[in-house]
C-alpha cells in the first residue's frame, strides 16, 4: 500500500491512476486529518508527500512521522515546487528518503519508489491473495492482468486504460484483424459517438510505447489492425 498526500485532485488522480496501472495499491488523501486518521488504521509501505498542502503543511507531516516510533520507518518521498531548493533540503535534513521536483514525469515517480523500496529491503508490487497471474505473452511483450502492468524487451510501459485495454485485446488475438469499426465497439464501446481516427491515433501511442516491439502492430490496408506473432 501506498499513501498519497496531495491537496490537487488532479495531480492525485493522475499518480494514484499511475500507481494502480504499475500494480500498486495506492490510498489518497488531500489533507493531514484523513492521512492520519488512516495511518492509525493501517501503515503503508512508502508515502508520497507533498510540501505544500492546507492546514498542516508536508514538512510538518514529515517531522510527526520521523517522531513517532510507530511511523519512523516508513520510507517517504517529498514532492517539492520545481526549483524550490530549500524544502529539498530541509526535507531530506527530517530523513525524507527522496524527493520529486514537480513538474515530475510518472514513469520518474514510479522508478523512484521502486529505487526507494529496494534499499528498503522490500520487493513491490506484490500479491497477497495468493491467485495466479494471468499473463499474455508475444515475444518480448509481456502483459501481467492480474497486476495490470506491461513490459517491452524488460522495459516497463506505463498505457491509459484504453491503450492497455487495445493492447490486451490484440494479444489475446495473435494474427487476427480488427477493422477500426470493431474496435471502436469493444475498446470504446458501442455508443460511443467518436470517429475511427480514434482508433489510428491510439495504436500510434501504443506503437511508440512499445518502443522496437511496437512495429508489430500492423496495419492491414482498408482494414484495420492486427499484431503479428514475435518470434
Not at 19 to 48: D, H, Q, T
Not at 76 to 94: H, N, P, Q, R
Request: net charge negative; with cysteine.
Amino acid at each position: 500500500m501506498i499513501y498519497l498526500v496531495e491537496d490537487d485532485i488532479s495531480i492525485r488522480d493522475l499518480m494514484s491512476y499511475t500507481l494502480k496501472i504499475a500494480g500498486y495499491e495506492c490510498e489518497g488523501f488531500s489533507e493531514s486529518e484523513s492521512f492520519f486518521a488512516a495511518m492509525e488504521k493501517r501503515l503503508p509501505e512508502l508515502i508520497l508527500l507533498d510540501i505544500m498542502l492546507p492546514g498542516v503543511d508536508g514538512i510538518s507531516i514529515l517531522k510527526t512521522i520521523r517522531s513517532t516510533d510507530r511511523y519512523s520507518d516508513i520510507p517517504v518521498i517529498m514532492t517539492t515546487a520545481k526549483g524550490s531548493e530549500f524544502d529539498k533540503v530541509i526535507a531530506l535534513d527530517l530523513g525524507a528518503d527522496d524527493y520529486l521536483a514537480k513538474p515530475f514525469g510518472m514513469m520518474e515517480m514510479v522508478s523512484r519508489i521502486k529505487a526507494v523500496l529496494r534499499r528498503m529491503g522490500k520487493t513491490s508490487p506484490a500479491h497477497t491473495d495468493g491467485s495466479s497471474d494471468i499473463i499474455y505473452s508475444n515475444g518480448p511483450i509481456l502483459m501481467n492482468d492480474t497486476r495490470h502492468t506491461v513490459t517491452s524487451s524488460d522495459e516497463e510501459v506505463l498505457l491509459t486504460l484504453k491503450e492497455y485495454e487495445l493492447l490486451k485485446l490484440l494479444m489475446q488475438n495473435i494474427g487476427v484483424v480488427f477493422s477500426r469499426d470493431t474496435l471502436l465497439q469493444r475498446i470504446w464501446g458501442i455508443d460511443f459517438m467518436g470517429e475511427s481516427r480514434t482508433v489510428d491515433v491510439h495504436v500510434g501511442t501504443l506503437r511508440n510505447k512499445l518502443g522496437v516491439n511496437g512495429d508489430h502492430i500492423v496495419t492491414v490496408r482498408g482494414v484495420g489492425y492486427k499484431m503479428e506473432s514475435i518470434e
